[in-house]
């Protein structure tokens, strides 16, 4: 048989397979193992830095949040994403990134709003909404009261108090003061005293967790939320694949 052509070098190297170019995910693991082998879930550390090289949220990416693991990539893990995440972080084969924009958002639950600046105002206005809770319930305790005793339609509705409000059962009013440690009369005073967040978000948590009393929409807790973290590939776990 006659020998074949030589290709020329350009053609040569576009057709000649590298091996140095093949997905190795070797060196990574191994660092992994390396670094976390101590640790339970080092196997769901390897799964997830391939899902990471897989989907290719490199460096240049903006990364994932922890919420989005599960959901954005192919990887089935035995460890809460979070550990494992944490992990990859402290092997240098993740980075964890914040989003620009404060370090800490304040949230109104009442509006469902972001109300950083502005917190004060917002918590002074769901005491307000709060302190008006009590007053309707006292006056429809008593308006109940009155109208059980009335000997007819013309008969004169007594005045609302704390006394009536309280004889009648357990109420807003009450439960607060059982919480703060405090006479029941001494409740609206004490509530806009003192830290007005502190005051409203302990009174709001009280009066969730009775079974005695419901909470009105025109009122809620100030939440503070750190923004997520993203992940994404280091420069370091790259160079590794």
């Given at each position: 048989?006659?020998?074949?052509?030589?290709?020329?070098?350009?053609?040569?190297?576009?057709?000649?397979?590298?091996?140095?170019?093949?997905?190795?995910?070797?060196?990574?693991?191994?660092?992994?193992?390396?670094?976390?082998?101590?640790?339970?879930?080092?196997?769901?550390?390897?799964?997830?830095?391939?899902?990471?090289?897989?989907?290719?949220?490199?460096?240049?990416?903006?990364?994932?949040?922890?919420?989005?693991?599960?959901?954005?990539?192919?990887?089935?893990?035995?460890?809460?994403?979070?550990?494992?995440?944490?992990?990859?972080?402290?092997?240098?084969?993740?980075?964890?990134?914040?989003?620009?924009?404060?370090?800490?958002?304040?949230?109104?639950?009442?509006?469902?709003?972001?109300?950083?600046?502005?917190?004060?105002?917002?918590?002074?206005?769901?005491?307000?909404?709060?302190?008006?809770?009590i007053d309707d319930e006292i006056q429809v305790t008593a308006l109940s009261e009155d109208a059980a005793e009335r000997d007819g339609p013309q008969a004169r509705v007594s005045a609302p108090s704390v006394a009536v409000a309280d004889?009648?059962?357990?109420?807003?009013?009450?439960?607060?003061?059982?919480?703060?440690?405090?006479?029941?009369?001494?409740?609206?005073?004490?509530?806009?005293?003192?830290?007005?967040?502190?005051?409203?978000?302990?009174?709001?948590?009280?009066?969730?967790?009775?079974?005695?009393?419901?909470?009105?929409?025109?009122?809620?807790?100030?939440?503070?939320?750190?923004?997520?973290?993203?992940?994404?590939?280091?420069?370091?776990?790259?160079?590794?694949?």
């Amino acid at each position: 048989d006659a020998p074949r052509p030589e290709l020329p070098d350009k053609v040569r190297g576009a057709l000649t397979v590298d091996e140095d170019d093949s997905t190795d995910f070797d060196r990574l693991e191994q660092h992994i193992r390396e670094r976390k082998g101590n640790t339970h879930s080092v196997d769901d550390q390897v799964a997830v830095a391939k899902a990471f090289y897989n989907a290719e949220i490199g460096p240049e990416k903006e990364g994932i949040k922890r919420t989005e693991l599960l959901d954005s990539l192919d990887v089935d893990i035995e460890y809460q994403p979070q550990t494992v995440l944490n992990h990859l972080v402290d092997a240098e084969v993740l980075a964890q990134t914040a989003p620009p924009g404060p370090d800490v958002f304040a949230i109104s639950e009442r509006i469902d709003e972001i109300v950083n600046g502005q917190v004060t105002e917002e918590a002074e206005a769901n005491l307000d909404a709060l302190i008006a809770h009590i007053d309707d319930e006292i006056q429809v305790t008593a308006l109940s009261e009155d109208a059980a005793e009335r000997d007819g339609p013309q008969a004169r509705v007594s005045a609302p108090s704390v006394a009536v409000a309280d004889g009648a059962g357990r109420t807003i009013r009450s439960i607060l003061a059982a919480e703060f440690g405090i006479k029941p009369e001494q409740v609206v005073e004490f509530l806009r005293s003192g830290d007005a967040v502190d005051r409203l978000n302990t009174a709001v948590e009280v009066i969730e967790s009775s079974e005695e009393v419901t909470k009105s929409e025109d009122y809620g807790q100030i939440v503070f939320v750190r923004p997520a973290y993203r992940y994404r590939l280091t420069e370091q776990a790259m160079n590794l694949v």
